[in-house]
């Protein structure tokens, strides 16, 4: 246990060594067994990891611990949190957060109110590194990676202000989740934990803007949440000018190491498609697509490009939209146009930061 509390202590995603212990990033059983080096009854572990992974934010809060445990435990573990410091509520019902962790970093998230239950798409990093071209995070650089703890707060932050039980999650917010690749395995551990918020991996999408190598670890991981890969074009040419991550990782081995996915876990992919006017729209692109799909379990979503400023980057009309799921389909391919929430407040995560940092926008 000790080189797991070492662990937690000198976290360098954080940039600094952590005066304390990082207690939401414990699992069940390393918070039983360090409670237990403190000479403390396991019910006692039970009764910590219950409170942390319903929300609460300081150990004064667990009015079932006398109140000189929970000065000894405030004194010994950090509890990561994400405090509300703006926030935007569209006319549909879809709310952009602007979260503020311990250290002062901002990141943000987005609850979503869908007939199936509420959605919330999360960020596992500050920044992001991949630089896509039509992407707001990225313009804003990276500072660092979220520890499982942060990106479990975010969920815990957003369902206490909205009064709502989360179903369903969605890592597909600020960062690259498989650039932090342990913490975002280890969150995905603690966020489907029997004994914690138990949302299971069946209700969990993992997006990935393509990292390969990445995709073969997850995959033998053999988990059954949902890889959602950001595609966004059928070759190397359109691709490699939009995404550098293609650069490294072009169109063929990065659909290799999806084919390889789909065969370890069971699992169908989701291909995110970001239709821009002009750039990746065509009839031409949409049956080379269906090509270089034909034979694996995949959906495609058409998504309209967002609109960030400085791109020059247009959303496709709706026509385009549908004459290229209707090209994909005939290829064999399913496809969905997608109906996108929140857009009148912008979002897509990135611009809310941007704005906060820039002095700018309002809150909704």
Not at 11 to 28: A, Q, T, Y
Not at 255 to 264: E, P
Not at 301 to 319: A, F, H
Not at 345 to 358: D, F
Request: hydrophobic residues 35%.
């Amino acid at each position: 246990m000790a080189s797991s509390r070492r662990r937690f202590e000198k976290n360098r995603d954080r940039g600094k060594v952590l005066d304390k212990i990082d207690v939401k990033s414990m699992s069940f059983t390393e918070l039983r067994e360090d409670l237990g080096s403190l000479g403390l009854p396991a019910y006692r572990a039970d009764q910590v990891f219950h409170w942390l992974h319903q929300g609460a934010e300081t150990f004064g809060e667990m009015t079932n611990l006398p109140k000189p445990l929970r000065l000894q435990l405030a004194e010994r573990y950090e509890v990561a949190c994400a405090q509300v410091v703006r926030k935007r509520v569209s006319k549909d019902g879809t709310v952009k957060y602007l979260f503020r962790m311990n250290d002062g970093e901002l990141v943000e998230s987005v609850l979503m109110r869908y007939h199936h239950g509420i959605s919330i798409c999360i960020s596992t990093q500050v920044g992001c590194k991949m630089n896509c071209s039509f992407c707001a995070t990225g313009r804003s650089g990276f500072s660092r990676n979220l520890l499982p703890s942060e990106i479990l707060a975010q969920i815990q932050s957003a369902q206490r202000d909205a009064g709502v039980r989360v179903s369903n999650v969605v890592l597909m917010g600020m960062g690259e989740p498989l650039d932090n690749y342990d913490n975002v395995l280890r969150f995905l551990r603690l966020v489907s934990c029997p004994e914690g918020m138990n949302i299971g991996m069946r209700h969990i999408s993992l997006s990935t803007c393509g990292l390969a190598d990445q995709i073969y670890r997850l995959a033998d991981e053999k988990l059954q949440l949902t890889l959602s890969v950001s595609l966004h074009a059928p070759n190397d040419q359109i691709r490699s000018q939009t995404m550098p991550v293609n650069r490294r990782w072009n169109v063929e081995s990065l659909l290799k190491a999806c084919r390889y996915y789909a065969k370890q876990t069971g699992r169908r992919i989701s291909f995110e498609y970001a239709m821009i006017r002009g750039v990746n729209d065509s009839d031409s692109c949409a049956r080379e697509l269906a090509e270089r799909l034909r034979g694996m379990p995949a959906h495609v979503n058409l998504i309209p490009v967002n609109d960030v400023t400085g791109t020059g980057y247009q959303k496709s009309k709706m026509e385009r939209q549908r004459a290229f799921a209707a090209i994909l389909e005939a290829g064999g391919c399913t496809a969905t146009v997608r109906r996108t929430l929140g857009s009148d407040i912008e979002a897509s995560c990135g611009q809310l930061r941007r704005k906060h940092e820039g002095g700018d926008g309002d809150e909704g």
